[in-house]
């Protein structure tokens, strides 16, 4: 069993920059793809980066690109989003997920979640 826990959320003005990080349980972090999702207000939770267990392979949906970067650390157990020039169509709950699986974007194929850390993006 992995436990998942987001970090680093809170408010910032548009233009601004957030550091959420997700600490994992576990001594089989090092093996799992995780990811980011988002979950907007009345909004289906949506895919934002993945990165493989090794750090080799990323993804970003369009929306990220540019201005997110997904990062790991698998001696400290845990994986990292960087999101720079923030907008307020990024305001969401953040969940990290992790996956036995090969990298997805695809939400169910994630085994583990955390609880999610709340990112409001003001204008």
């Known amino acids: 069993q992995v436990q998942l826990v987001e970090s680093g959320g809170g408010l910032v003005q548009a233009g601004g920059s957030l550091r959420l990080s997700c600490a994992a349980s576990?001594?089989?972090?090092?093996?799992?793809?995780m990811g980011w999702f988002r979950r907007a207000p009345g909004k289906e939770r949506e895919f934002v980066a993945a990165i493989s267990s090794s750090g080799g392979r990323i993804y970003y949906t369009d929306t990220a690109k540019g201005r997110f970067t997904i990062s790991r650390d698998n001696a400290r157990n845990t994986v990292y989003l960087q999101m720079n020039e923030l907008k307020p169509e990024d305001t969401a709950v953040y969940y990290c997920a992790g996956a036995r699986s090969g990298v997805s974007t695809t939400s169910t194929l994630y085994d583990y979640w955390g609880q999610g850390t709340q990112v409001t993006v003001s204008s």
């Open positions: 576990g001594r089989t972090f090092s093996s799992y793809t």
